[in-house]
C-alpha cells in the first residue's frame, strides 16, 4: 500500500490531548504512508509552542500556526488544501482528542479503495473502550436529525461489519481529493457544529457514498475539546447551525423541523431553567436570533 494519507488534527488549546493523538498515529501499520499536518487555530494554553517543542523537528509532523481562531471546518480546509499542494490525495480528518489503534488508517484507507466513499470507524469512548460511542450514523427519516448507532452500547461485534451509512461524524472522518473536487470542502459559515452533518447532506445530494469501516478503531476523550453540549458556546452553535444546516437541505420540509425544533429548544429550556441555567437559555435565544439575521461563521459570546 504505496498511497500518501495526511492525517489532520485541528488544535485549540489542546495541551492535554495533542501528544498521545500524534504518538498513536505515529504507531500506524502504515507509517511510511502517512504524514501528519497540525492546524493550530491561535491557542493560548501553551499548546501550540508545546507541539513545537516536541515535535517540530520531526520529518512526519507538519505543524501550521494560524493568527486567528478560524473554526474546525476552516482549519481542516486549510490543512487539507496544504496536503494537496505536497501530492497527496486522501486525508483523514481527525479530532486531536482522540487515540487510534494501529491498523486503524490501513483499514479506512482499504475501504476508501475499495467503494470510493467518504469513509468513517467504529468510535469507541477513551475512558470506557468496551463501549460505544459510533458505529456508523443515521439521519431520522422525516427531521434529518443525526443519530449515532450503536451510542452507549457494550461494544461486542455487533457492528464490526463495512457497510453504508447516512452521516458521516467529524470526529473521524477519510476523504478523497477526488470527493473534494465533486462536493468541495467544509462550509467553513459553521465555525463549529454541524459541518459534518452539512457536508454529509451535501455528499447525499451528489451521490457520494458514506461508508462505515466498523474494524477500523478510534478512542475518543468524548468531550474533551468543547466540554459539553452544555458549555454556552455549544448551545449556541447547535441551535444556529441545526437551523442554517436543515434550512439548506430540507427545503419544502423545513416547516416540518422548525415544529420540532421549537418543541425541542422549549423542552430544554425548560430543563435548564429548572436547574438556574438561564445563560443556556439566552443562548439559544440568541443564535436563533443570528440565524434569522444571517449572521454566521465565529461568535464572540458575551457574557
Known sequence: MEEKISVILVNYNGMSFNNACIQSILKSSIRDSLEIIV????????????????WGDQEKVHIIALDDNYGFAKANNIGIRWAMEQGCSTYVLLNNDTEIKEDTLERLL????????????????ADRPGVIWYAGGKLTPVIWKPVHRGL????IGQYDREEKCDFANGCCLLMTKEIIEKIGYLDERFFLYYEDTEY????????????YCGQA????????????????LSVYYITRNWLLCNRQHMKKRFIIFRLYFFFNRLAWSII?????????????????????????GRYEQRV
Open 39 to 54: 492546524v493550530d487555530n491561535a491557542s493560548t494554553d501553551g499548546s501550540l509552542e508545546a507541539l513545537q517543542k516536541v
Open 152 to 155: 452507549n452500547q457494550k461494544d
Open 110 to 125: 482499504k475501504c476508501s479503495q475499495e467503494h470510493k466513499a467518504l469513509v468513517v470507524p467504529k468510535v469507541l469512548y
Open 217 to 232: 478503531v478510534v478512542y475518543h476523550k468524548v468531550n474533551g475539546a468543547t466540554k459539553g453540549n452544555e458549555n454556552p
Open 272 to 296: 435548564w431553567k429548572l436547574q438556574g441555567k438561564d445563560l443556556l437559555i439566552c443562548e439559544i435565544k440568541r443564535g436563533i436570533e443570528h440565524y434569522k439575521e444571517g449572521k454566521n
Open 200 to 211: 454529509s447532506l451535501r455528499a447525499r445530494a451528489a451521490g457520494v457514498e458514506i461508508w
